[in-house]
């Protein structure tokens, strides 16, 4: 077979039709992520306009070239659609319907004809640039599918762009069959690895991403946002460790909300969780990007603070608590008035378990229970070996 350019549109309208159908079997069985289901249309929109515009030159009938122009004009308008759906961002199909409704008004116009293509090239290079654009805007999601999808649109946008100086200088030759080895066969070229690569990409963010959205769940703690029991105890241990290493004192902090199965008795469970929630926003506005805060039990909380003494810890406990009861006098209209308790405990040289220093902030913990609530305790005298150092640095 001959490959020309009416053989390299079949080509291309083929593919952009499989992508199309991958994409949409994609959101089939992901119906929560209408980007799949935005750019599978715009790929069989593709197709279609891709099969007009092949049929135009061939048969001789400049209404194809019309049809295809628009359609494919609205499938970078889906494309833009599509890329802000992506991030969650708003994107009124309006928008995405206004190219081919600028196209088709200015069309009415016969003596406006020859610049109905390079104006929807025009068209297109605007939608596929913001496209772009949104997906950059938010590279902080760190899912490296994103790259190569904004780099497909970036060299997309400059290959439609090309169309642009090719329909002004050649008008002429639109109703014919332009030769393969040109700027318009450079055009057809590109749309199919751009089919291709977009439909992958796509498909591998959506992976990347619902595979990070398990990882968090799975180390998170849904209602809060803070590292679970599981995740806490994990990479406590692992603060632990270099700190023992490089012979760094280590800090715990164990927190339980005072008397909250009473809270939640007299006000119910949503205002119970209001009140563990404003617990958590306190705590971590107070506490250093160092150290790890996570929820370890129902109304339990404990704080692993690396290279930080027993006495910085206390004051920095004292102050969570103090913030606390201070800010949750009324939750709603409710008067609450929660308070919460704290143990520390320490280690001068990271000699102490992991498990050693949850117990002593523990047994502190509850002793400040015992002495009254709404107060923070250092943990009782413990002499534990360590390379000849104590491991906790100083007695409550």
Same mark, same amino acid.
């Given at each position: 077979m001959q490959l020309d350019i009416p053989t390299l549109m079949v080509m291309g309208s083929f593919v952009a039709a499989c992508s199309g159908a991958i994409l949409l079997g994609g959101w089939w069985t992901n119906r929560k992520v209408p980007a799949l289901a935005l750019w599978g249309i715009s790929s069989l929109l593709s197709a279609a306009g891709i099969a007009s515009l092949m049929l135009g030159p061939v048969l001789r009938e400049p209404s194809f070239l019309i049809v295809g122009g628009n359609l494919l004009t609205l499938a970078h308008g889906l494309i833009w659609q599509g890329a802000r759906a992506i991030d969650s961002k708003p994107a009124p199909t309006v928008?995405?319907? $206004?190219?081919?409704? +600028? @196209? +088709?008004?200015?069309? @009415?116009?016969?003596? *406006?004809r020859p610049i109905i293509a390079p104006l929807g090239f025009a068209i297109n290079v605007i939608y596929v640039v913001a496209g772009a654009i949104s997906l950059w805007l938010c590279r902080?999601?760190?899912? #490296? *599918?994103r790259w190569p @999808?904004?780099? @497909?649109?970036?060299?997309?946008?400059?290959? %439609? *762009?090309?169309?642009?100086?090719?329909?002004?200088? $050649?008008?002429?030759?639109?109703?014919q069959v332009p030769p393969l080895m040109s700027l318009f066969g450079m055009i057809h070229f590109e749309s199919i690895v751009f089919s291709i690569g977009?439909?992958?990409?796509?498909?591998?963010? %959506? +992976?990347?991403?619902?595979?990070?959205?398990?990882?968090?769940? *799975?180390?998170?703690? #849904?209602?809060?946002?803070?590292?679970?029991?599981?995740?806490?105890?994990?990479?406590?241990?692992?603060v632990l460790e270099r700190c023992r290493?490089?012979?760094? #004192?280590?800090s715990m902090i164990m927190f339980d909300l005072d008397r909250f199965k009473s809270v939640n008795d007299t006000f119910g469970h949503a205002t119970g969780d209001a009140v563990i929630q404003k617990f958590c926003a306190v705590a971590a506005a107070a506490l250093r990007p160092t150290d790890l805060f996570g929820r370890i039990g129902g109304e339990e909380f404990a704080v692993i603070m690396p290279r930080s003494s027993i006495e910085a810890a206390y004051i920095r406990a004292d102050r969570i608590r103090a913030s606390f009861a201070e800010q949750c006098r009324t939750v709603g209209s409710n008067a609450v008035k929660a308070t919460v308790s704290g143990g520390v405990a320490a280690s001068a040289n990271a000699g102490l378990s992991l498990s050693d220093l949850l117990e002593y902030s523990d047994q502190a913990l509850y002793s400040a229970k015992a002495s009254g609530r709404n107060r923070v305790k250092l943990a009782e005298p413990k002499a534990v070996l360590g390379e000849g150092v104590p491991a906790v640095i100083r007695v409550a």
């Amino acid at each position: 077979m001959q490959l020309d350019i009416p053989t390299l549109m079949v080509m291309g309208s083929f593919v952009a039709a499989c992508s199309g159908a991958i994409l949409l079997g994609g959101w089939w069985t992901n119906r929560k992520v209408p980007a799949l289901a935005l750019w599978g249309i715009s790929s069989l929109l593709s197709a279609a306009g891709i099969a007009s515009l092949m049929l135009g030159p061939v048969l001789r009938e400049p209404s194809f070239l019309i049809v295809g122009g628009n359609l494919l004009t609205l499938a970078h308008g889906l494309i833009w659609q599509g890329a802000r759906a992506i991030d969650s961002k708003p994107a009124p199909t309006v928008v995405a319907l $206004l190219g081919t409704a +600028i @196209l +088709i008004v200015v069309g @009415l116009a016969p003596a *406006a004809r020859p610049i109905i293509a390079p104006l929807g090239f025009a068209i297109n290079v605007i939608y596929v640039v913001a496209g772009a654009i949104s997906l950059w805007l938010c590279r902080q999601e760190q899912l #490296p *599918a994103r790259w190569p @999808l904004i780099g @497909l649109l970036v060299v997309h946008a400059v290959v %439609v *762009a090309s169309g642009v100086h090719f329909t002004l200088h $050649l008008a002429e030759a639109l109703d014919q069959v332009p030769p393969l080895m040109s700027l318009f066969g450079m055009i057809h070229f590109e749309s199919i690895v751009f089919s291709i690569g977009t439909a992958a990409f796509l498909m591998a963010l %959506v +992976i990347e991403r619902r595979e990070a959205a398990t990882k968090v769940a *799975a180390t998170t703690d #849904p209602l809060t946002g803070i590292a679970n029991r599981a995740a806490f105890v994990k990479v406590a241990g692992r603060v632990l460790e270099r700190c023992r290493q490089d012979g760094a #004192p280590v800090s715990m902090i164990m927190f339980d909300l005072d008397r909250f199965k009473s809270v939640n008795d007299t006000f119910g469970h949503a205002t119970g969780d209001a009140v563990i929630q404003k617990f958590c926003a306190v705590a971590a506005a107070a506490l250093r990007p160092t150290d790890l805060f996570g929820r370890i039990g129902g109304e339990e909380f404990a704080v692993i603070m690396p290279r930080s003494s027993i006495e910085a810890a206390y004051i920095r406990a004292d102050r969570i608590r103090a913030s606390f009861a201070e800010q949750c006098r009324t939750v709603g209209s409710n008067a609450v008035k929660a308070t919460v308790s704290g143990g520390v405990a320490a280690s001068a040289n990271a000699g102490l378990s992991l498990s050693d220093l949850l117990e002593y902030s523990d047994q502190a913990l509850y002793s400040a229970k015992a002495s009254g609530r709404n107060r923070v305790k250092l943990a009782e005298p413990k002499a534990v070996l360590g390379e000849g150092v104590p491991a906790v640095i100083r007695v409550a």
